[in-house]
């Protein structure tokens, strides 16, 4: 299994090659990051080397809570994030034959068209964390000018792209993600086709559940968090797409661009380390050492453990100094399975 790691474990392994001088040589000649290490060779490393295990859980110097830091350099980390889409839809409007204005229930009998996708927009994890705005993509009904020609609402051309790019992916990120996932499996299932691929699903709005707010509509989030600003639309830019205006769909794809970077993006790494148990999944699988599941680094061992009064066992407690974010081991000191990299968030 080769990984990188932290520099000063690397020193540590090198520190106890003595036997292997090869090893130590080749190393140095290649300035290699990373080793291949067993879990028995990192239980060593921690124990031997405990001038590098924190006293307790409870550093707070240079702790930053507001922004994601990840470090693109470490391959597994790079192409996790390719294979990550923050996403967004726009959809149509739907027409009701009704007997009056007013506020009123429409009944499905009543309507007599259905909700087609307008645009879609997005950007790999990659992509926006390195490029910013140069990383979004996005696809609009007018791109097709055949088929727009025939009808403005004719999704299947932004549907076959938003489709592939689902089939690749390993997560989407959107905010109140049920809404854009499952009209898109909607639209899927009423054209007949196949479904992508098993991706999971981030919400932003959805992990913020434990978090009290004025308002969690992400606009508001952007505003009050990052200080960015949604661009305006209104009722009419939908009713131009009604109309087939290539104008209005043209707004329709900024407007929907417009909330990825500077809204659904900044948001996601502004708030993403407060609620890592349903943030991106960043660890490594392949190496069974505790990692920081929002940023993939190496967590380092606190002394203290945490003592479980319900049935009196101890179990280890780990510290990311980069975000202070805080886990602990899901088996007990004494379980051979203890500091593997079977962890969860401690708060």
């Known amino acids: 299994m080769i990984e990188q790691l932290p520099k000063h474990i690397i020193q540590s392994i090198i520190d106890m090659a003595d036997d292997s001088p090869d090893w130590v040589d080749i190393s140095e000649d290649l300035e290699l990051e990373g080793f291949a290490i067993s879990p028995q060779q990192c239980e060593s490393i921690f ?83 390195n490029y910013g705005e140069d990383g979004i993509w996005g696809y609009s009904n007018h791109h097709d000018n055949k088929r727009f020609k025939k009808d403005p609402l004719d999704d299947t051309y932004v549907l076959r792209k938003v489709w592939d790019i689902l089939d690749n992916a390993d997560v989407i990120v959107a905010h109140n993600a049920r809404f854009d996932k499952s009209w898109l499996l909607g639209r899927f299932l009423e054209k007949g086709w196949k479904l992508p691929s098993r991706f999971d699903v981030v919400c932003t709005y959805r992990y913020l559940h434990d978090f009290n707010m004025t308002s969690k509509k992400l606009g508001k989030l952007s505003e009050s968090l ?90 280890y407690k780990y510290f990311n100094r980069k975000n202070g974010l805080t886990y602990v081991d899901r088996y007990n000191t004494r379980s051979k399975k203890a500091n593997l990299g079977y962890i969860k968030h401690f708060r």
């Open 47 to 129: 124990s031997q080397y405990s001038e590098y295990m924190l006293e307790d859980c409870d550093v707070t110097d240079d702790v930053n809570m507001s922004a994601l830091e990840l470090d693109t350099t470490i391959p597994y980390i790079s192409k996790r994030m390719k294979k990550i889409q923050f996403i967004d839809i726009e959809t149509s409007l739907i027409t009701a034959k009704v007997f009056s204005t007013g506020k009123q229930t429409v009944k499905a009998d009543q309507v007599i068209s259905s909700t087609r996708v307008l645009t879609v927009a997005g950007g790999s994890f990659y992509d926006l964390y």
């Open 226 to 315: 990052i200080g960015t600003n949604k661009i305006e639309s209104g009722l009419k830019l939908w009713m131009r797409c009604s109309n087939g205006d290539v104008d209005a769909f043209t707004a329709m794809l900024k407007y929907n661009c417009g909330d990825i970077y500077d809204t659904l993006f900044q948001v996601y790494l502004r708030t993403c380390q407060y609620a890592p148990h349903m943030a991106i999944d960043m660890s490594n699988p392949n190496i069974q050492v505790p990692q920081c599941r929002v940023t993939g680094d190496l967590l380092e061992r606190c002394n203290d453990t945490y003592y479980n009064p319900t049935n009196g066992l101890e179990y």
